[in-house]
């Protein structure tokens, strides 16, 4: 089978496993934002913040270099493997020293203790760490799709038994923490990958050599990607935090999950390419094609039905949170286009350039959302919105030169999936206008059948042989007119 095709097999898989799981989250934030408010949300983000941030430096690259490395799979696991575990346990032990800082920093003077068990997440989780690492690096996203569906399973069951029960904001921290030990099992489970008591002293340095451009790139992404929560933590309290979190689940379980199933896949596909000598160029180019074409129309579909949506999902005491949401779909809109330039560096050895340019987007974007702070947290997703719109042409350029691509070829992947989309939400949001007497779920159920519609056909009519080349790749069996 062919690397087109074989990664196609997986970004199903990984889609599959992926977004089940964040239906899954989905559904059950929906049931919680009616038995919790959103000051006892905000008490978890807080701390979820500062874990992200800890996780994005604790394995320093080793999961990314495992998928990486060429050859010497064994060892190279088992170097991987090593370097969590010891992670983990320092994780852990530095949060529980440092937990009162932390709640300090974020103003949640009664947060310290969350901080403190949330810690015990750190362990659990890298102990999967490496068997994650090795279905990224065989392309085997299928033994994920249990783990994946355990963890948002288990955790959205033990939250909403909890809060059922009265326990507000603790529910869902031993929620997140059933949830990770859960997966990190059933991994084991999945991936017979079983450590050893050998320790690869001449792995170590390369690996850690290559994961440490992967470190400085995580880390300022996480900047750029998570900052937003950081300062509205930090400025505007946690109830706005947890209106802020809330409304950016939306376009994470339903936009941003596809770009981080794409991700996923990318990177060791890429990785495969590259190393048998072929040019990236087409692959970029064609998958350019497909996240736009699945990613575009949803995220401006958000846009347009922030407000129904919210009322759906959430609750009409979560109605604050629309605005917030339709700036942060357009965001999501923004981050659909560049994502996988990012996958290219990673696979041709450039982390460090991919570093850089994550350090200019950093440098751009926390002043922005620092002055969006001064109003609400509204301003905040806008900010992140116009800042993202300027760091996305700056990945655009970067990726044309490396890979030896013309802007105009890049823009030719993503612009008939942006005119489509900007074709369908004008009837859409002519209907929402109309129909604002409606029940809210037959409002998002209209529009849905009048934006696909509408987008479908005129995608159609830009990129003809779209759909011929996504049967090809997606569809055994089916021939292409031309290689992709």
Request: zero cysteines; charged letters at 15%.
């Given at each position: 089978m062919s690397v087109g095709r074989t990664t196609a097999r997986a970004a199903i898989w990984a889609f599959l496993a992926t977004a089940g799981s964040k239906v899954i989250t989905l559904v059950g934030l929906g049931v919680l934002?009616?038995?919790?408010?959103?000051?006892?949300?905000?008490?978890?983000?807080?701390?979820?913040?500062?874990?992200?941030?800890?996780?994005t430096i604790g394995d320093l690259g080793s999961g990314m270099a495992l998928v990486y490395w060429p050859d010497r799979r064994e060892e190279a696991a088992q170097a991987t493997f090593l370097i969590n575990l010891f992670a983990g346990i320092f994780w852990f032990l530095l949060t529980l020293a440092i937990a009162p800082w932390v709640a300090d920093f974020f103003n949640a003077t009664n947060g310290a203790n969350i901080v403190r068990v949330l810690a015990i997440s750190f362990v659990l989780k890298f102990l999967g760490n490496t068997h994650d690492a090795l279905t990224?690096?065989?392309?085997?996203?299928?033994?994920?799709?249990?783990?994946?569906?355990?963890?948002?399973?288990?955790?959205?069951?033990?939250?909403?038994?909890?809060?059922?029960?009265?326990?507000?904001?603790?529910?869902?921290?031993?929620?997140?923490?059933?949830?990770?030990?859960?997966?990190?099992?059933?991994?084991?489970?999945?991936?017979?990958?079983?450590?050893?008591?050998?320790?690869?002293?001449?792995?170590?340095?390369?690996?850690?050599?290559?994961?440490?451009?992967i470190v400085l790139a995580n880390i300022l992404g996480a900047i750029t990607h998570h900052a937003d929560l950081a300062i509205v933590g930090r400025f505007l309290g946690t109830t706005a935090l947890g209106l802020y979190?809330?409304?950016?689940?939306?376009?994470?379980?339903?936009?941003?999950?596809?770009?981080?199933?794409?991700?996923?896949?990318?990177?060791?596909?890429?990785?495969?390419?590259?190393?048998?000598g072929e040019s990236l160029k087409r692959p970029y180019l064609t998958a350019g094609r497909y996240i736009s074409a699945a990613?575009?129309?949803?995220?401006?579909?958000?846009?347009?039905?922030?407000?129904?949506?919210?009322?759906?999902?959430?609750?009409?005491?979560?109605?604050?949170?629309?605005?917030?949401?339709s700036a942060l779909s357009l965001y999501a809109a923004m981050r659909c286009l560049s994502t996988h330039a990012g996958d290219v560096l990673?696979?041709?050895?450039?982390?460090?350039?991919?570093?850089?340019?994550?350090?200019?987007?950093?440098?751009?974007?926390?002043?922005?959302?620092?002055?969006?702070?001064?109003?609400?947290?509204t301003m905040v997703a806008i900010a992140l919105t116009i800042a993202a719109a300027v760091t996305t042409m700056i990945t655009l350029v970067a990726a044309s030169r490396i890979i030896g691509v013309k802007l105009s070829e890049i823009a030719g992947s993503f612009l008939p999936s942006i005119v489509a989309s900007a074709a369908m939400a004008v009837p859409v949001k002519l209907f929402i206008e109309w129909a604002d007497h409606l029940n809210p779920v037959l409002q998002i159920a209209i529009s849905g059948v009048i934006g696909a519609t509408v987008y479908a056909i005129v995608l159609a009519l830009l990129d003809r042989d779209l759909f011929q080349r996504a049967r090809h790749h997606f569809l055994p069996g089916t021939p292409s007119k031309r290689a992709v």
């Open positions: 934002a009616r038995l919790l408010a959103p000051t006892e949300f905000g008490l978890l983000a807080f701390a979820l913040v500062y874990i992200t941030y800890a996780e990224q690096k065989d392309l085997k996203f299928r033994k994920r799709m249990v783990p994946d569906l355990a963890f948002a399973g288990l955790k959205a069951v033990v939250s909403i038994v909890l809060a059922y029960l009265g326990y507000g904001a603790w529910s869902l921290v031993w929620g997140q923490i059933a949830g990770v030990g859960a997966r990190t099992l059933l991994l084991w489970i999945a991936v017979p990958w079983r450590p050893s008591f050998t320790y690869p002293r001449e792995l170590m340095k390369p690996m850690l050599g290559y994961g440490r451009g979190q809330m409304a950016s689940k939306v376009p994470e379980t339903s936009v941003i999950v596809i770009l981080w199933v794409v991700g996923r896949v990318l990177f060791p596909a890429f990785s495969r390419i590259h190393a048998q990613t575009m129309p949803i995220a401006i579909g958000l846009f347009v039905l922030a407000e129904p949506v919210v009322l759906v999902f959430l609750g009409e005491q979560w109605l604050a949170a629309a605005p917030i949401l990673k696979a041709t050895g450039r982390a460090s350039l991919l570093a850089r340019i994550s350090m200019v987007k950093a440098l751009l974007i926390v002043p922005a959302l620092a002055i969006g702070a001064m109003v609400d947290a």
